[in-house]
Every structure is written in structure tokens, then in C-alpha cells.
């Protein structure tokens, strides 16, 4: 059974940094593309960050670029995303996501792109 299992989410202040993790467990990401996204309460869901296959590149949205850093270390068959400066309109379930792909460089925006997902992990940031 594939999983991808997000953690490292929490309540947290302003100004403050966490560190979200994906592992996976029933396959190996090391040919996927990977993304972040991220919905708040009463919004859909958004992309935030992606990182490709070879993680050699990596893309942001514009609100967190500077504040987001996505990394993955396929040995360890995880992603990360660093968030630092943390502002109250992060708040959302971030979710993790991804995309088999046979482009080493290529990062992927749009949800349907991506196959596999996470359960979520919640990031509350309060003033």
C-alpha cells in the first residue's frame, strides 16, 4: 500500500519556524516530482512548493518564496519544507504530494497532476 505520511505540524507563534516532513512507505519517490500544497479554512487548496525529481530545481509561490524551502533526500525517501518567519496566514493542513515522472528537471503545479497524496499535517500560527 502506497503512503505518503506528512508530520512536524503544530501550534505555533509568529515569527517562528517548523520543519514538515513526508515519508513514504510502499514505494520509492526517487522517480516522482514533489510538491507542497496547503488549504486554509474555507479556501481551496494551493500550491506552495515543488521540487523535482533530481531535486535540482525547485519552484515557491510567490507569498513564501524566501520563507519556504523545499528539500528532499531520497535515501531517506522524504521531503522537506522548512518554514521560517512563520505569518498567521500560513495557517492551513499542508498536504504533500506525488508525481511519477520520467523528467529529472521537471516541477508539476496543479493538483491533478499528482497522483499520490498525503493525509495532511495541520500548521496553526497564532499572533
Known amino acids: 500500500q502506497v503512503q505518503l505520511v506528512e508530520s512536524g505540524g503544530g501550534l505555533v507563534q509568529a515569527g517562528d519556524s517548523l520543519r514538515l516532513s513526508c515519508a513514504a512507505s510502499?514505494?520509492?519517490?526517487?522517480?516522482?516530482?514533489m510538491g507542497w500544497f496547503r488549504q486554509a479554512p474555507g479556501k481551496e487548496r494551493e500550491f506552495v512548493a515543488g521540487?523535482?525529481?533530481?531535486?535540482?530545481?525547485?519552484y515557491y509561490k510567490e507569498p513564501v518564496k524566501g520563507r519556504f524551502t523545499i528539500s528532499r533526500d531520497n535515501a531517506k525517501n522524504t521531503v522537506y519544507l522548512q518554514i521560517n518567519n512563520l505569518k498567521p496566514e500560513d495557517t492551513a493542513v499542508y498536504y504533500c504530494?506525488?508525481?511519477?515522472?520520467?523528467?529529472?528537471?521537471?516541477?508539476?503545479?496543479?493538483?491533478?497532476?499528482?497522483?499520490?497524496w498525503g493525509q495532511g499535517t495541520q500548521v496553526t500560527v497564532s499572533t
Open positions: 521540487i523535482s525529481r533530481s531535486g535540482g530545481r525547485s
Open positions: 504530494a506525488a508525481h511519477d515522472t520520467d523528467y529529472s528537471s521537471a516541477i508539476y503545479f496543479n493538483g491533478y497532476e499528482y497522483e499520490y
Open positions: 510502499g514505494r520509492s519517490n526517487s522517480n516522482s516530482a
